[in-house]
């Protein structure tokens, strides 16, 4: 069974730095590209990042980019999300999920986890 | 960056209705244009994908169609555990996108 598992999250100052993880199980997953994805309070979902399977190559949301970083250990299976630099606007449920590509189908996020929350304030 | 903008913002329906959400991207997209379900404290949940293909365990009163610019997310019949949120979703540049979200009651 395919599982994605995130943790990491909590209570961190305006700032501060966090490191998420996201540990997938139930499948190859340096055969998969892999994304972010955030749920601020009351708002919509956002697409944070995409990683490619071996963790060579990212592309961000504008939002983010130049303070989050992800990175992947295909050796442990696990996907990390290191925020830098956070603001109260990066108050968030962050989600992982996996990418599936199809040449008929395109691509897609066909598994995705609970989520993780991140609450920036003083 | 490719942004898809999604209408309306909320909507309520009775159980027998067809409910219309529509999505339009900022570019032609192709078909790269999928739909998620999502109800709180859960994750997201797949409904279409390539605009129109219907996702595996997902209920055919669901369906999608267009291509290009402008898309649809139709529900027929609908059935009160069809109330959440849906979003549509381009996946055709490198940095992906969703659209603002349609928060859908069903009574």
């Known amino acids: 069974e395919v599982q994605l598992v995130e943790s990491g999250g909590g209570l961190v100052q305006p700032g501060g730095s966090l490191r998420l993880s996201c540990a997938a199980s139930g499948f190859t997953s340096s055969s998969y590209w892999m994304h972010w994805v955030r749920q601020a309070p009351g708002k919509g979902l956002e697409w944070v990042s995409r990683t490619n399977r071996d963790g060579s190559s990212a592309t961000y949301a504008d939002s983010v980019r130049g303070r989050f970083t992800v990175s992947r250990d295909n050796t442990k299976n696990t996907m990390y999300l290191q925020m830098n630099s956070l603001r109260g606007e990066d108050t968030a449920m962050y989600y992982c999920a996996r990418e599936y590509y199809g040449i008929v189908a395109g691509y897609y996020s066909d598994y995705w986890g609970q989520g993780t929350l991140v609450t920036v304030s003083s | 960056d490719i942004q898809v903008t999604q209408s309306p913002s909320s909507l309520s329906a009775s159980v027998g209705d067809r409910v219309t959400i529509t999505c339009r991207a900022s570019q032609s997209i192709n078909d790269y244009l999928n739909w998620y379900q999502h109800k709180p404290g859960k994750a997201p949940k797949l409904l279409i994908y390539a605009a129109s293909m219907l996702q595996s365990g997902v209920p055919s009163r669901f369906s999608g169609r267009g291509y290009g610019t402008d898309f649809t997310l139709t529900i027929s019949n609908p059935q009160p555990e069809d109330s959440a949120t849906y979003y549509c979703?381009?996946?055709?540049?490198?940095?992906?996108?969703f659209g603002q979200g349609t928060k859908v009651e069903i009574k």
């Open positions: 979703q381009q996946s055709y540049s490198a940095a992906w996108a």
